[in-house]
Structure formats: structure tokens, C-alpha cells
């Protein structure tokens, strides 16, 4: 019968998260889409519905306020959060930011 | 070109069938040598102008950096080995994608037209004037609304 070794302790070597600080965890950033003449609007409604996960009326509802009002507040998300889904919408050509809420 | 639905149902992953005749496929092909078209400095996390030189501005830009090398690498491999992407087919030509490439395809088919409206100097395309541009935009104009013309036909297949 093969030898069992005692259990080691191995410590973490994961590298220690630095705290996230009050504000990062704040829901207070806004992405917005803003309206530009040039990104076709059912392209607009397929980036909303594969970066959201939206069905196709939600998806249109926010591309028709972009089109019709200059913008749509598309989340209200964290600071990473929210740079995450500006970073998806650039990726697709949209003129999407985040901008701290008021 | 046109979206043909219903093919290739018994493929592992289902695949998205076009046809298209030879000049389509020569004007996809010509339109795809464009990109990118869109500088990585035209991405703006935010309009706070204080956020301008920002690291959350640097890591966005080089984000947009990372993926244009991906896409250019894909574009070139479409450009290696054209077959793998376009079959011969009764009465033309079919191109073949799975849903991945779809995507792929369509951010890069954007990029092209964002990138040429800019080089147009960012016209108000939704005016109905026409548009008053020099001789030498002929080919930005060109390819703003190819790659448009493209994205819709992709479009019809996530319809």
C-alpha cells in the first residue's frame, strides 16, 4: 500500500486583490450610446442585443431613443462594469461612453 | 449577395450561407483590403474632457489596438485561403460562416464604414441633400457605403 504524505499547506500565491475603493464600487456610471449618422440602425439593435443580452424589442427601444433623442443611458453599472460594456460597444464601431452620474 | 436561409442544418455548428456572383465577391474582397480604416485615437471612454490622457483612456485605446491586430490577422487568413471561406456553387458563389465569423465579419465591415465617414469628415449622412465632396473622397465614399450594403445582407441572418 502506497505511503500517503501528510497534506501540505501551500500558501496563496494568487496576487492580493487591492481593496476596491467606495467609489469603483458605486453603481453611479452611466453607459450611454449616442446617436451618429453613420452606424446602421438594425447593426445598432444586434451590438445592443449580443453585448446586453437583450431581446430584439428591448434592443430596438434603445437604438430607436439613440436615433430619435441623440442618446440612450443603456446601464447604470459599476466603474468596471460599466468600462467593460464601453470597451464591447467601441469594439463594434458604436459611439457608446461612461460618464460619472450627477 | 443575398442571405440563404435554411443550409447546412446538419453541420456540427450550424453555418451561415450568401450567395453572390463573381463581382460581389471581388467587391467584399476589395472592400475588406480597406481595414482598418478607423484610427484607434477616434475611441473616447468618455466626454468628460478630463478623463482625455486618463490610464482607463490608454487601456481603451490599446484594447482597440489589440482587436484590430486580431481582426487584421483573420482578414489575412480570408486573404491566404480564400476557399476556406468561399465555395463554388450552381450559379455562383457561396460564402460560408459560422456565427463567429459573422461577427467578426461585421465589426470589420463597420470599422470600414465608421473609419471612411470619418475620412469624409464626418457628413450628415441622414440630411437628404446629397453630398457635396472632393473627386479624391470617391473612394472613402465608396467604401462607407459598401461595407453598409454588406453589414445589411449579414444582418438578414441574425434577423
Redo the contacts between chains.
Keep these: 500500500m502506497p505511503e500517503t504524505s501528510a497534506p501540505i499547506t501551500v500558501p496563496d500565491t494568487e496576487k492580493e486583490q487591492k481593496p476596491k475603493s467606495k467609489d469603483q464600487l458605486d453603481r453611479g456610471y452611466l453607459v450611454i450610446c449616442w446617436n451618429d449618422?453613420?452606424?446602421?440602425m438594425?447593426?445598432v439593435t444586434?451590438v445592443f442585443q449580443?453585448v446586453f443580452g437583450w431581446h430584439k424589442a428591448r434592443a430596438e427601444r434603445h437604438m430607436l431613443q439613440v436615433h430619435q433623442t441623440g442618446k440612450s443611458l443603456l446601464a447604470r453599472e459599476t466603474f468596471e462594469k460599466a468600462?467593460h460594456y464601453?470597451?464591447q460597444l467601441?469594439?463594434?464601431?458604436l459611439n457608446a461612453?461612461?460618464?460619472?452620474e450627477e | 449577395m443575398k442571405f440563404v436561409p435554411g443550409q447546412k442544418k446538419d453541420a456540427e455548428e450550424p453555418l451561415l450561407v450568401f450567395q453572390m456572383d463573381a463581382h460581389e465577391e471581388a467587391l467584399l474582397l476589395a472592400t475588406l483590403r480597406l481595414y482598418p480604416a478607423?484610427d484607434n485615437s477616434h475611441?473616447?471612454?468618455?466626454?468628460?474632457p478630463g478623463t482625455a490622457g486618463s490610464s482607463?483612456q490608454r487601456?481603451?485605446e490599446e484594447?482597440?489596438a489589440q482587436?484590430q491586430a486580431a481582426h487584421r490577422r483573420k482578414v489575412d487568413e480570408l486573404f491566404r485561403a480564400p476557399q476556406r471561406f468561399f465555395k463554388e456553387a450552381q450559379g455562383g458563389r457561396r460564402l460560408v460562416l459560422t456565427g463567429a465569423q459573422l461577427?467578426w465579419l461585421?465589426?470589420v465591415l463597420?470599422?470600414i464604414?465608421?473609419g471612411s465617414?470619418v475620412k469624409l469628415g464626418?457628413?450628415?449622412?441622414?440630411k437628404d441633400a446629397p453630398l457635396e465632396l472632393p473627386r479624391a473622397n470617391a473612394r472613402a465614399l465608396q467604401a462607407?457605403h459598401l461595407s453598409?450594403q454588406f453589414?445589411?445582407v449579414l444582418?438578414e441572418a441574425?434577423?
Design positions: 449618422p453613420v452606424n446602421l438594425d447593426y444586434h449580443v468600462e464601453v470597451h467601441q469594439a463594434y464601431g461612453t461612461m460618464e460619472r | 478607423l475611441h473616447r471612454l468618455s466626454k468628460d482607463e487601456l481603451l484594447s482597440m482587436q461577427e461585421l465589426q463597420n470599422d464604414r465608421v465617414w464626418c457628413p450628415d449622412l441622414e462607407m453598409g453589414q445589411m444582418l441574425v434577423k
